[in-house]
């Protein structure tokens, strides 16, 4: 059986910094609290945790006088800022540049739609860290959409700027985009801002190739990757023999009855070694 590593899957370049700052750090000072899971990947986040990074929650915040927090690549909202601030702690700030940049943009769309008497609308997923930290930069809600459903709660008759949380799929952005317009009172007033990281959307036809390419797929993923779902649907759609799990223990022998070959591959959140370990452990 041959069993292959996609050379494109694995951390994207927000994640990279934040867990290169974060092991910086921990050399440095033995303890780093994160605001949340550093990465939407629960072994990772255990290998960090024995290398002496505590997880927290926003609830913790006031009793961390004087420790180093990290903000992880997903971003925060400035009130996060203000309170490690007036706690006195010390913040390391590994807040993804391309999320960064989005944060600015929702900031520009919302005084644009506020001067036309428009709405933002965010394609995202509620709950998640990037968008409430992207919600979070600005006084009124951001209307946050997950599919074509959603678009029931935008008033049509306003002007409107639409977005997109970094990992969303670009497919679906299109189409919402497309329908937002069609139902707009006006749609030259609609305004429609493409803000996927390529570096995250560029994977999908590569995902759809690799995927093609081999009998079975085995796409490694932290569940509460919201990345993770995204690509795992893409590759699943191109072979419908693929599998995810988040770790090599999940395997289960069946899938490899009579298989020639074997793809691994995985979410932007997923590190290269976990998926070296499943492919040693299929082999």
């Not at 899971?37 to 006088?65: F, K, P, Y």
């Not at 996060?80 to 993804?96: F, M, P, V």
């Amino acid at each position: 059986m041959r069993v292959v590593i996609d050379d494109n899957s694995g951390f994207c370049f927000g994640v990279v910094r934040a867990i290169g700052e974060a092991e910086a750090a921990l050399n440095r000072l033995g303890e780093v609290c994160s605001l949340g899971d550093i990465v939407h990947n629960r072994v990772e986040v255990q290998r960090l945790e024995s290398l002496g990074l505590r997880t927290i929650t926003h609830a913790d915040i006031e009793t961390l006088d004087g420790a180093t927090l990290l903000i992880r690549a997903h971003g925060e909202p400035p009130h996060t800022y203000e309170l490690a601030k007036s706690c006195g702690i010390n913040l390391i700030d590994a807040t993804c540049p391309v999320v960064a940049r989005l944060q600015r943009r929702v900031r520009e769309a919302y005084e644009k739609m506020q001067s036309v008497g428009g709405s933002v609308v965010l394609l995202g997923k509620r709950g998640h860290a990037e968008v409430v930290g992207l919600t979070g930069q600005v006084a009124d809600d951001v209307i946050v959409v997950e599919c074509e459903a959603d678009l029931a709660a935008v008033d049509y008759s306003r002007p409107i700027y639409f977005l997109s949380q970094t990992t969303q799929s670009i497919e679906l952005f299109t189409e919402l985009g497309r329908e937002i317009r069609r139902r707009a009172v006006d749609p030259d007033k609609v305004t429609i801002d493409d803000t996927i990281c390529r570096r995250v959307a560029g994977r999908e036809q590569l995902l759809i190739d690799f995927s093609r390419s081999v009998d079975v797929v085995i796409f490694v993923s932290g569940r509460k990757s919201s990345n993770g779902r995204v690509l795992f649907d893409v590759c699943r759609k191109a072979n419908e023999r693929c599998y995810m799990v988040e770790e090599a223990s999940e395997l289960e022998v069946e899938w490899f009855a009579g298989v020639e070959s074997v793809g691994i591959c995985g979410a932007t959140s997923t590190p290269r070694w976990l998926m070296e370990e499943v492919a040693k452990a299929i082999e």
